[in-house]
C-alpha cells in the first residue's frame, strides 16, 4: 500500500523557514517523480513544485521561485521542501503527492501557518 | 501564467447527470486529470489522461475532451458524490503544472 506521510508544518513568522518532509513507503520511490501541492485555507489546489525521480530536474510555481526547494533522497524514501522567506500568503495545508504524470497518491498534508 | 477555467459550482438532483467544464489555452496539447476532494480530505483521483478511470472509481466517473475544454461527466449521481472537484494540467511544454479553480458539486 502506498503511503505518503508529511510532517513539519507548524506556525513560523513572515521572513523565517520551515523544512516540510514527506516519508514515502510502499512503492519503488527512486521510479517516481514527486510533487508539493498546497491548499490555503478555503481556497483551492495549487501546484507548488516537482522532482524528477533522481532529482536532476525541479520546477516551480513562479509564486515560490527563488524561495521554495524541492529536493529528496532516494535512500530514505524522502522527498522535502525547504521554505525561506515565508510569507503570511504561503499558509496552507501542504500536500505530498506521488506523480504518474498525474497525482495517483496523496498524503494528507501538514498546516503550514506563516504569521506574526 | 496558465490558467483553468470551471464553473464554481454545480448542482444537480440525485440521479441526474452532472458535467462539469474546465477549458485551458494548451488543453487540446496537454492531458487533463481530475480529483474529487471531499471537506476536511485529501483528494482522490478520478479521471486521469482525459478519459481514463482508476480503479476503484465507480463507472458513473467519465471523462471527455474537444479541443480547448475538457468535461467530467458524473452518470447517476448520489449524494456521496457532493465534493469539490478540481481539474488539473500542464502548459504547453508540459512543464509547469496548473489547477482549475475548482468547482463545488451540490446534491439537492
Known amino acids: 500500500e502506498v503511503q505518503l506521510v508529511e510532517s513539519g508544518g507548524g506556525l513560523v513568522q513572515p521572513g523565517g523557514s520551515l523544512r516540510l518532509s514527506c516519508a514515502a513507503s510502499?512503492?519503488?520511490?527512486?521510479?517516481?517523480?514527486m510533487s508539493w501541492v498546497r491548499q490555503a485555507p478555503g481556497k483551492g489546489l495549487e501546484w507548488v513544485a516537482n522532482i524528477k525521480y533522481d532529482g536532476s530536474q525541479k520546477h516551480y510555481v513562479d509564486s515560490v521561485m527563488g524561495r521554495f526547494t524541492i529536493s529528496r533522497d532516494n535512500a530514505k524514501s524522502s522527498v522535502f521542501l525547504q521554505m525561506n522567506s515565508l510569507r503570511v500568503e504561503d499558509t496552507a495545508v501542504y500536500y505530498c503527492a506521488r506523480v504518474a504524470g498525474y497525482i495517483d497518491h496523496w498524503g494528507q498534508g501538514t498546516l503550514v501557518t506563516v504569521s506574526s | 501564467s496558465y490558467e483553468l477555467t470551471q464553473p464554481p459550482s454545480v448542482s444537480v438532483s440525485p440521479g441526474q447527470t452532472a458535467r462539469i467544464t474546465c477549458s485551458g489555452d494548451a488543453m487540446a496539447d496537454q492531458y487533463a486529470h481530475w480529483y474529487q476532494q471531499k471537506s476536511g480530505q485529501a483528494p482522490v483521483l478520478v479521471i486521469y489522461k482525459d478519459t481514463e478511470r482508476p480503479s476503484g472509481i465507480p463507472e458513473r466517473f467519465s471523462g471527455s475532451s474537444s479541443g480547448p475544454i475538457v468535461t467530467l461527466t458524473i452518470s447517476g449521481v448520489q449524494a456521496d458524490d457532493e465534493a469539490d472537484y478540481y481539474c488539473?494540467?500542464?502548459?504547453?511544454?508540459?512543464?509547469?503544472?496548473?489547477f482549475g479553480g475548482g468547482t463545488k458539486l451540490t446534491v439537492l
Open positions: 488539473q494540467s500542464a502548459d504547453s511544454s508540459g512543464t509547469y503544472w496548473v
Open positions: 510502499g512503492f519503488t520511490f527512486s521510479s517516481y517523480w
